[in-house]
């Protein structure tokens, strides 16, 4: 019997615009080539489940849950490692034994190296005129094209704000090709609004927007205007909206809107970028007006999200023409004033680095700590010039600390790893405080962008003397695939669905290995055969390389990594201990033999080990130290996981999941003002997570502060209309109110 073939898989973690070009982008696949496929449409978003865009049918029989999604994606090949296929032999070769292909392109048609351009072009066309849309929606639609497709040119403005300003999460990201400031689009449309024989129509997802410019451009259109949507849900008027736009002859919006794109590449019509469309001299006038705005009329701006994207235009400006001061001014007081956007923060720090401000940084930092939200990647700037200016000020242990953090939080972003290396290089990271691994594989992964980092970042500490750049340094990538278990995230998965390891191994396999160098290749290949799930060549390599080489600690180390993954503990504790007494400086390898107690259920064991190795005070990583919390807690001493979570959290404050463990165990040690500060604080960032908003109930409740818990889940309920946990908590909650109050009475009579 033949196996199974795989299945496409659409999905894409984003709104309206970036799902539909997902979703058409599989069907067009799905047509050209025969093949099934599902749509996984997650509930969130403010979106639904499908069933207010699509036919019922449709979704009936395509539609997938998160379980299911998550099955498959486990079986899963992302499209950027597929889109390369060279024939279609190549491309179906990916969906064999029941292997599946994940869509998620946020933009354009996607077409494989062999398929004929204008026979995708034509099947994409045929998609999207039979898209099985909701039959309400689908009768909008065609009254719609009807009214704009009367002969006259129909220009559409796409001004983007929405959530890019006022989601918790998208206003702590910068956006500059989704958010264009009004002064772009002001001069682009006073120059360019042309006369009775076209319709301009401005399409924007917030109603200030659209108030002001129709106040200063009478003759502009807009979709309210042109739509009659009174008996549509949003999720529909949005979706109207896109194919609205999409009729149009052209569309002037900002570079990288997935909306106002989709709508581009639905349509097919042309398609300007707002910036390039202004000249430089009108640019520059319009940027100097924000700066100016920004540092002397902040009440001009509509909240905390417009002022932090406007903040990326007037950075980008002010340093460009020679103003650096004039921007880290303006930004330090936003943030002083208690501007709480992520990026913003790693922004401020990077120019004030670059000015030369190395203890004025130090003096912001607990400004930023006082509320930062959400993304790690601004959390890990920040440490990173926070501990290059503690360096460069002369405490070098405070700064090596904060490097660590950043490095953990994202080891393989460019500058961050760069950075590692150089620390590496010159011995401020060693065996004893950093991860290790083998230098002979090291050598050929080079850092070939080290130049370039060291330039445009550490020029200055160069100069000072604080780092050193006089030979090789490592790359550190080969210590990400080292060890996955001790970085922020499973990086492990991570690259095993992007298809980055089975690319190493066939890199490896097209190498000749000296004698000399043949167990360095064979562990190494053994090592990423285990990261790819292939057990028995894993087994017989690592096995040969240890034979080969017995004196040497990675070797051990990767052997244990292959027993502990199969199952034989002591076999793993065995070659873990084989390695530690070949390298008994080698921190990590401690940390990796506690990570293997405590997996096993030795939580004692696993204590020990771990309590011990942190309070040398060496090995700093978040991960270290969380699983030394976790070890600690599981093997009865509450007091040694508190103190070490507190410390991991003071380097990684962003862990939702530990905060909540730190305040759990907090409340069990009787410290409840202690556990209500922390959950304070996380709420602040991670309220859609249930779990945090059900400690802080129930030790509100215990406090008897039931009505202050009542009022705090109906704004939850409120955000988050999809937790039903809230909705349940609450209901709960509201029986319980009047009896407290009985016995509250009751005790004010006596």
Same mark, same amino acid.
């Given at each position: ?208 927007? /659209? ?127 208690? /501007? ?284 270290? /130290? ?18 070490? /979570? ?105």
């Amino acid at each position: 019997m033949a196996p199974e073939r795989g299945k496409l898989i659409a999905f894409r973690a984003d709104r309206m615009g970036g799902r539909l070009i997902a979703l058409l982008n599989t069907l067009r696949f799905a047509r050209s080539h025969d093949l099934p496929f599902v749509v996984h449409w997650r509930d969130s978003d403010g979106l639904g489940d499908g069933t207010e865009l699509f036919h019922p049918d449709f979704v009936r029989d395509h539609f997938i849950d998160k379980p299911t999604y998550q099955a498959m994606k486990a079986k899963a090949t992302a499209i950027g490692t597929v889109i390369h296929s060279p024939d279609r032999a190549r491309f179906l070769s990916h969906l064999e034994g029941g292997m599946h292909v994940l869509l998620d392109p946020p933009f354009d048609v996607l077409r494989l190296p062999f398929e004929d351009e204008a026979e995708v072009a034509r099947t994409f066309r045929a998609v999207v005129e039979e898209l099985p849309l909701n039959p309400v929606l689908a009768r909008h639609l065609a009254t719609l094209r009807e009214r704009l497709r009367d002969g006259r040119r129909t220009v559409a403005y796409h001004i983007r704000r929405g959530d890019l300003t006022s989601d918790m999460r998208a206003m702590n990201r910068a956006w500059p090709n989704k958010f264009v400031p009004d002064e772009f689009f002001e001069t682009h449309i006073r120059a360019n609004l042309e006369g009775d024989g076209t319709r301009t129509v401005l399409f924007s997802d917030n109603a200030s927007v /659209l108030e002001r410019y129709t106040g200063m451009f009478p003759d502009l259109l807009t979709f309210a205007r042109i739509a009659d949507t009174s008996e549509l849900t949003e999720v529909q008027r949005d979706a109207l909206e896109l194919f609205a736009m999409s009729l149009s002859d052209l569309i002037v919006a900002p570079p990288s809107s997935a909306f106002s794109s989709t709508a581009k590449t639905i349509g097919g019509g042309d398609f300007r970028d707002v910036e390039s469309e202004i000249t430089p001299e009108a640019r520059h006038a319009a940027l100097d007006l924000l700066a100016d705005r920004l540092r002397d009329e902040p009440h001009l701006f509509a909240n905390e999200g417009e002022i932090g994207q406007y903040l990326v235009y007037a950075c980008e400006h002010l340093v460009k023409t020679g103003r650096r001061g004039q921007f880290v001014e303006t930004a330090r007081r936003h943030i002083e004033g208690g /501007l709480n956007i992520a990026f913003v923060h790693a922004m401020t720090l990077r120019e004030m680095f670059f000015d030369g401000q190395y203890q004025q940084i130090c003096d912001l930092r607990p400004a930023i700590d006082r509320g930062f939200v959400a993304f790690q990647r601004s959390f890990a700037q920040v440490a990173l010039y926070h501990g290059l200016a503690l360096l460069m000020l002369g405490r070098r242990e405070a700064g090596l600390e904060q490097i660590i953090s950043a490095f953990w939080h994202e080891p393989v972003e460019g500058e961050i790893n760069a950075l590692a290396g150089l620390l590496r290089a010159q011995g401020d990271f060693d065996e004893g405080n950093f991860w290790i691994t083998d230098p002979e594989i090291e050598r050929l992964f080079p850092n070939r962008f080290i130049v370039d980092h060291v330039r445009n970042f550490y020029s200055a500490a160069v100069e000072a003397g604080v780092l050193r750049f006089d030979k090789m340094v490592p790359t550190n990538r080969v210590m990400v695939w080292e060890w996955p278990d001790f970085t922020r995230s499973d990086l492990r998965s991570h690259y095993k669905f992007r298809g980055h390891f089975r690319t190493i191994l066939k890199i490896l396999e097209r190498r000749d290995w000296t004698p000399a160098y043949r167990p360095h290749s064979d562990s190494f290949t053994g090592m990423i055969a285990l990261r790819e799930g292939d057990l028995d060549r894993a087994r017989q390599m690592l096995g040969a390389a240890v034979a080969a080489r017995p004196d040497v600690a990675i070797f051990h180390k990767r052997l244990a990594e292959l027993h502990h993954e199969t199952g034989d503990h002591a076999a793993a504790l065995a070659a873990m201990d084989a390695a530690i007494a070949l390298a008994p400086g080698a921190s990590i390898l401690r940390a990796m033999r506690g990570l293997f107690q405590w997996r096993a259920g030795d939580a004692a064991g696993a204590a020990e080990t771990l309590v011990a190795l942190v309070d040398e005070g060496r090995l700093r990583f978040p991960s270290v /130290l969380f699983l030394a919390a976790d070890a600690a807690r599981d093997a009865g001493r509450p007091e040694d996981a508190v103190r070490i /979570l507190e410390q991991a959290l003071r380097l990684a404050p962003l862990n939702w999941r530990k905060q909540c463990d730190l305040a759990q165990m907090k409340a069990d040690l009787g410290d409840r003002e202690g556990a209500r500060r922390v959950l304070d604080w996380t709420l602040q960032w991670a309220d859609d997570h249930p779990p945090l908003v059900m400690l802080n109930t129930d030790l509100m409740v215990e406090a008897g502060q039931i009505d202050q818990a009542v009022t705090r889940l109906e704004r939850l309920m409120v955000r988050h209309p999809d937790k039903a946990q809230y909705a349940r908590r609450h209901k709960k909650l509201i029986r319980m109110a009047p009896k407290a109050q009985g016995r509250k009475k009751a005790g004010e009579r006596t």
